[in-house]
């Protein structure tokens, strides 16, 4: 025998089959277009372009825009806004400031990642190993592997500074790890943090990460006395 809805239900049903999935602000798509390489620094933004672009009116772009600036990721070139850049002093304190984050990430994952978490990271590196003959997909790698350390150590506010980082990191306008021999030490450096978590070795974990992050910065400085 069929079952006949009420009234109230089939108003639910429908409702429910109107609701569509969340869709990214501007400032969200703007900023991982940055993220990813899209708009690179010193790229000009203009407001109508990035509304054809996004498919949103220009009201939210503005505003975005204003954020960013804000937030130093963009910068004022006349009347335009442009990508920033960083100069060679706030390369250096920004890895400085990430060394020590991303360390006391290490840390905390070392203490508080359930097993799933750390099996996760595992898979990570051992996946990552197809990909060391194309930087950009490992770059893209290594950013989601440091993004589960920062969930591992489970600390909000860890979390959320590492973010601010970050984005700060996509100001650089080439990745460390598309230096020669740099991708298979990216990895065999992931392996060690991982092994000093699974051991739940905290300093090992803290060294571990502060290590990867420092040869990252030498081959930086080393890419830019090339330039």
Do not use: W
Request: one cysteine or more.
């Amino acid at each position: 025998m069929l079952c006949r809805l009420a009234p109230q239900e089939r108003k639910r049903e429908r409702d429910m089959s109107q609701v569509k999935p969340a869709q990214k602000d501007a400032y969200s798509l703007i900023l991982e277009a940055i993220d990813v390489g899209v708009f690179k620094p010193g790229d000009r933004l203009v407001e109508s372009d990035l509304a054809d672009r996004f498919g949103v009116s220009r009201t939210p772009i503005r505003e975005a825009l204003q954020r960013l600036e804000t937030q130093s990721l963009l910068a004022r070139d006349g009347r335009s806004l442009i990508v920033s850049s960083l100069d060679h002093n706030q390369m250096a304190e920004l890895y400085v400031v990430r060394a020590e984050l991303e360390g006391l990430a290490a840390r905390l994952a070392a203490r508080h990642a359930t097993e799933e978490e750390v099996r996760v990271l595992r898979d990570m590196v051992v996946q990552d190993q197809a990909l060391v003959a194309d930087p950009a997909a490992l770059a893209r790698a290594n950013r989601r592997f440091h993004k589960q350390i920062h969930l591992a150590s489970h600390n909000r506010y860890l979390v959320q500074q590492l973010d601010l980082v970050h984005r700060s990191m996509a100001l650089m306008a080439t990745t460390s790890i598309a230096a020669e021999g740099r991708g298979e030490d990216t990895l065999v450096e992931h392996d060690a943090i991982v092994r000093a978590i699974e051991a739940r070795d905290e300093a090992a974990a803290y060294k571990a990460l502060r290590d990867h992050i420092s040869q990252a910065f030498v081959t930086r400085l080393r890419q830019e006395s090339q330039d």
